[in-house]
């Protein structure tokens, strides 16, 4: 049984920097990536960023330059730097392990204010 639990979201002012964490427990076989989305209010799921687990990285344009996704395999760790923050860029982070069945963490709110 996979478990993803995210962390690290909070509120802050526009420009501020947060740091999420996706922490993994269990394992699964053919699992290829871990990724983050985020959903605002009102609108659809949306990808933000994946790390391939062979260190591949790609990021949605709208955050590119500003995020950067890290992965920790030896602590089952995944990590989203978020820096110059913009309103935005509010909305409930998700983690995602990517794989023959996709698992999702509970979501981290962020709340960027102007």
């Known amino acids: 049984q996979v478990q993803l639990v995210e962390s690290g979201g909070g509120s802050v002012q526009a420009g501020g920097s947060l740091r999420l964490s996706c922490a993994r427990s269990?394992?699964?076989?053919?699992?290829?990536?871990m990724s983050w989305y985020r959903q605002a209010p009102g609108k659809e799921r949306e990808f933000v960023s994946t790390?391939?687990?062979?260190?591949?990285?790609a990021y949605a344009e709208s955050v590119k330059g500003r995020f950067t996704i890290s992965l920790d395999n030896g602590k089952n760790m995944l990590y989203l730097q978020m820096d110059s923050l913009q309103p935005e860029d509010t909305a409930t982070y998700y983690c995602?392990?990517?794989?023959?069945?996709?698992?999702w963490g509970q979501g981290t709110q962020v709340t960027v204010s102007s």
């Open positions: 995602k392990l990517a794989g023959r069945v996709d698992y």
């Open positions: 269990g394992y699964v076989r053919s699992t290829y990536a």
């Open positions: 790390v391939s687990f062979a260190g591949y990285t």
